[in-house]
């Protein structure tokens, strides 16, 4: 398993389109790789968590957010960036928040540019002995998590695949869980901004103990975040967008069946306050609008030892107003 970065560094970098960095001396869980397109587009992701933290596009803009006070230590999540909620998505199981793998050291399984007409610069990370939301499995090795993230001139893609492999380890079993990638985007001013995608949908709100709420249905009221939201929206549209008229552009959304759900969370002044790795007017900076598979709480995913496996894709796309 390729975990040592001097031995990432040998076997996958594509130098100057793949590359690895490793942490500075005295610093803990920063090992990274970035991503260079020929455009000038960018991606960082840690080896940490499989936790991308940065996205820069072609013409310069930088839609992901990451929170000046994040902390890179063992064993602890990195505030901002695109977490990885698996296998299990909030307290939504018997697993710590958001599940195990956000706080692992993830491996190396692939890197490559792909011979396409958009040049895309892909690298696949690993973790293998998650588990699903009934008991943790570390020891066991039953389940395969792989997270692709790839690169062009105009998108970033994250996808998250699962294979169980009980099969070959002697235990059948059925795994059952939920996820989300939890991105963070960076928005001129929360004031500012408008969500597009969400009318006439029903919603978990998790300021109200979950209860079920239908979105306003009238599209010409706009969606706007004006104090703290925390919902769990179900069977949301492919696509969805964040419409910034400050920034002259809306951050386009686009997923796949795989995640039918998405998460909408902004902590607002009281809980920013609260949170120690985010400065405390932050809430101004970003929203996020999070990927998922949650299948309103009750219907977690399932995937039986003999399926060909799970998989479910985002893909982000800055356009102008």
Known sequence: ?????????????????????????????????????????????????????????????????????????????????????????????????????RAKTWTVAQSCVLPDKDETVRVVLRFVGA???NEIWDQHDLCQTDYTIQLTKDTLSTSLSVTNLSSGKGAPTTLSFTAALHTYFNVSDISNIQLEGFHGLEYLDNLQARQSVTHETDTNVPFIVDKETDRIYLKVPDRVAIVDNAANHKIVITKDGGFPDAVVWNPWIDKCKAIADLPDDAYHNFVCIEAAAINGLENPVTLAPEAEGWKASQTFRVEPM
């Open 1 to 101: 398993r390729y975990r040592d970065i001097h031995c990432v560094m040998e076997k996958f970098a594509l130098p100057p389109r793949i590359t690895f960095e490793q942490s500075p001396v005295g610093s803990n869980n920063t090992d990274k790789c970035v991503l260079k397109h020929s455009s000038g587009a960018e991606a960082h992701v840690l080896l940490h968590g499989a936790h991308l933290t940065y996205w820069k596009t072609s013409e310069g803009k930088t839609p992901i957010f990451l929170s000046p006070s994040a902390i890179f230590s063992e064993n602890k999540a990195i505030r901002g960036g695109i977490p990885v909620c698996f296998p299990q998505f909030s307290n939504l199981g018997k697993m710590p928040q958001h599940g195990a793998v």
């Open 131 to 133: 588990c699903d939301t």
